[in-house]
């Protein structure tokens, strides 16, 4: 399956009287608007159904205008919508004596709904609307395409630092915790030599629980996990987007808890670098379906 975004634009107007425009935009949930004339007021169940059954999430806007037809290209009523106007008309008369008769226009006006010239529009409505959501589908696939490119990429960058980070990790840890005997000695040194194995023993489980706070290896292993899986969703396709958004907190999560473990200038390096990439990630992944 492609990798959708909720972004894309596309037209469907073969006529010169009747177009269908669709923007689409990021959104939580599928939120949909239509902007259709009078005439076709009725036809937004059938274009919301068919709009829902193609589309999962976005913020989608259709605009559908109808030009001409009923101005240029007037439909004469039948006889039976113009007795029953008369009908009407008598009856209205009976009761209210001063009120003018009908014009041809408001006859016009009244009849226009009823008329085979909005029956086509209809149909040809939703005909055009199925072309226009093709044509958005194939928007939107292609921009899901070069976000989805983009994401590995930056999948594929994350996983260069954690591997530079590697190495640093057991030589960080062996060098704070030499360091804190270093000082624990020293220490016990200017106090006198009582207690010096005691003091020993209790330096080096200070040292050892400090190397074990600033140990990152699990920090490592789960930003690992996490990119592994937002590879597997971007290779699978669908909707993705409220995963990968997860997704992408826990990332977030992981490099923020490497940063405040860092002890050494490159580890903090390595940490602000994966946080620009995350966050450059994040934005992008609020535009997949």
């Known amino acids: 399956m492609a990798v959708y975004s909720m972004t894309g634009y596309a037209t469907a107007a073969p006529t010169t009287h009747l177009g269908v425009e669709i923007r689409s935009v990021n959104s939580r949930f599928l939120d949909l608007t239509f902007k259709l004339p009078d005439e076709l007021r009725g036809s937004e169940t059938a274009l919301r159904e068919r709009t829902a059954a193609r589309l999962k999430r976005g913020k989608v806007e259709m605009r559908v205008w109808l030009e001409g037809r009923s101005e240029t290209e007037p439909q004469a009523p039948s006889a039976a919508t113009l007795q029953k106007l008369l009908n009407v008309q008598n009856g209205v008369q009976a009761w209210l004596p001063q009120a003018a008769a009908l ?8 009849t226009r709904r009823q008329s085979t010239a909005v029956v086509d529009a209809h149909e040809e409505l939703l005909a055009l609307a199925d072309q226009a959501l093709d044509a958005l589908m194939k928007a939107r696939e292609r921009e899901g395409q070069r976000l989805a490119a983009m994401l590995l990429d930056h999948s ?9 980070a590697q190495p640093l990790i057991p030589q960080l840890v062996a060098q704070q915790r030499q360091r804190f005997l270093d000082r624990w000695n020293e220490a016990m040194g200017n106090v006198g030599s009582v207690g010096s194995e005691a003091a020993q023993d209790r330096a080096l489980n200070e040292a050892t629980a400090f190397a074990i706070r600033i140990d990152v290896a699990e920090e490592i292993t789960r930003l690992d996990a996490h990119l592994v899986e937002i590879d597997r969703l971007l290779g699978r396709g669908g909707d993705m987007g409220k995963r990968l958004d997860f997704l992408i907190q826990e990332l977030h999560r992981e490099a923020n808890t490497l940063g405040s473990k860092s002890s050494s200038l490159d580890l903090t390096r390595i940490s602000v670098d ?3 990439l995350i966050e450059q990630m994040r934005e992008q992944v609020q ?3």
Request: aromatic residues 0%.
């Open 156 to 164: 594929r960058q994350l996983r260069e630092l954690a591997r530079q």
């Open 287 to 289: 535009n997949i379906e």
């Open 103 to 110: 014009s041809v226009a408001e006859v016009l006006q009244l």
């Open 274 to 276: 994966m946080k620009v």
